[in-house]
């Protein structure tokens, strides 16, 4: 395979996950499509680290950004926790309690 190949995957899953972020109302599914976007960046990195001469940078990076999206993935799920135990629901749109 070559790297249009890899680049066209990668833009096709970053497409998805943008249209998911910004369509969904559901919180959960925010955030799986944010994940989503993280791993065709991932898979990005991994690509051009494979076709380019500079070695296993990109794999490094890979490294870093799975962290940082396992991270996110427990900040945000708690935080889909303790609005679900105040309003009894996960929708986005109706909950404004940073607006006060």
Do not use: P
Not at 24 to 34: E, P, Q, T
Not at 41 to 49: I, K
Not at 62 to 71: E, H, S, Y
Request: hydrophobic fraction near 65%; charged fraction near 15%; charge should be negative.
């Amino acid at each position: 395979m070559n790297l249009e190949a890899y680049l066209l995957v990668a833009a096709l899953l970053f497409s998805i996950g943008v249209f998911g972020a910004l369509t969904r109302r559901n919180a959960i599914g925010i955030l799986m499509s944010l994940e989503l976007m993280l791993n065709a960046a991932n898979l990005n990195l991994v690509a051009f680290s494979r076709f380019v001469e500079h070695g296993v940078v990109g794999q490094v990076f890979v490294l870093f950004v799975i962290t940082v999206a396992a991270a996110e993935a427990a900040v945000g799920l708690a935080i889909v926790i303790s609005l679900y135990r105040n309003f009894k629901h996960i929708n986005v749109e109706d909950i404004d309690l940073l607006k006060w």
